[in-house]
């Protein structure tokens, strides 16, 4: 099982390609960010996620993907720009079939680092730790979606655990 995180927004998008080893451990497949310049219009900027996001799938084959949910904050400019770019990402996720799992940010942070109000610094460490990476995924937006395809992964476990 290869799971796709995705961190979505419209500067800037992480994703993150997780899978199992052999001895069922996660390991990251790749990650990265989607960046698109600020002068660019808004139309132009959710075109390119959704036409990367569609190659990255194309790419990589996953069997399921996994997105955090949106978290409204006091800024509502900011919240409606994040919306239109999940939106891009939950459509080419779409079109390709997969399934996809949604997650709060408190659920990705208890499930990664144990709390489900744990700051940015301990979701990271975790991140690194639990994928036996040499060092803190960057930009910020790739180890979001690196611990959002943990998440999901988890989720997984336990359904296979509770089928059985």
């Known amino acids: 099982m290869l799971i796709m ?16 080893d052999d001895s069922g451990a996660p390991r990251a497949v790749a990650y990265g960010v989607i960046s698109t310049p600020p002068e660019l219009p808004m139309p132009s900027r959710l075109q390119r996620i959704y036409t990367e996001i569609k190659r990255l799938i194309a790419e990589h ?9 949106m978290f409204f904050g006091r800024n509502v400019t900011a919240a409606i720009t994040v919306a239109q770019g999940r939106g891009v990402v939950l459509l080419a996720l779409a079109d390709a079939a997969l399934r996809i799992r949604e997650y ?3 659920q990705v942070k208890q499930t990664v680092a144990g709390l489900g109000n744990a700051d940015k610094k301990q979701v990271q460490a975790m991140v690194k730790t639990l994928l036996n990476l040499d060092r803190i995924p960057k930009p910020d937006d790739a180890a ?7 998440t999901a992964l988890q989720s997984s ?6 089928q059985e």
Do not use: C, S
């Open 5 to 20: 995180g995705i961190d979505p927004g419209t500067a800037t998008t992480g994703y993150a390609f997780v899978r199992e």
């Open 61 to 69: 084959q996953p069997t399921e993907a996994a997105i955090e949910e």
């Open 104 to 106: 709060k940010p408190a």
């Open 157 to 162: 476990r336990w359904e296979h655990l509770v």
């Open 144 to 150: 979001d979606a690196l611990a959002i395809a943990i």
